[in-house]
């Protein structure tokens, strides 16, 4: 059993990670017609790895000393527990990145993605979503490209904490904002903007 799902491929020499879920309580196997509760959006999987090889099927995650996975889905349980809604029975939040090649080094990740042909994207990307959390870090030349085409994400809420305002944003951030990443970020700063998403249905 387990929390964390993904698929892992590999394409010229790489490993890249896609159909990354977050599932609030533990799980035999995913099933296709899970509810997706929401979704996040990084840079790029750092250095969480299959627990199989890359078969290009949902696996459990090995961490690996990855902070990201277990912090989110710490924080939308707080927020869960907040509203005394109870959580979802199979609910899952959705990972998206930038880019989707494994390297927890990002000027490594960078370098290397700029190397791969045709560098696979999730097909999730071009679902539809409750919610989508951007946590995505400062601006970037090298990353800001990458950023553009989620601005025709679907989603009823965006939002993101901004890093330099000290504020919660109910909107899709920009390129140039500073959309903070969950690492030092305060619990207490996002768990009741979740929690009124969640409150509200």
Known sequence: MSHFWA????VDGETFRIDTRIYLKDINAPKKDDPCIGAIVGKNPGSAKPSASSSGELQPIELDGDK??????NIITKAYL??????PER???????LFYLCNQTLSEAIASIGKVAEPPRCKSEFGAFPWVW?????ESGDLNPYKERFSQI????????????KEIKDRLPNCHEFAKHTQGLKHEYVIPHIAQIIANG
């Open 7 to 10: 698929k892992f491929l590999s």
């Open 68 to 73: 990201l996975l277990p912090t989110v889905r």
């Open 82 to 87: 907040a509203t005394h809604v109870p959580l």
């Open 91 to 97: 609910g899952y939040v959705q990972v998206l990145n």
């Open 134 to 138: 951007y946590v995505w870090g400062d």
């Open 154 to 165: 679907c989603a009823n809420h965006h939002f993101y904490f901004d890093n330099r305002a």
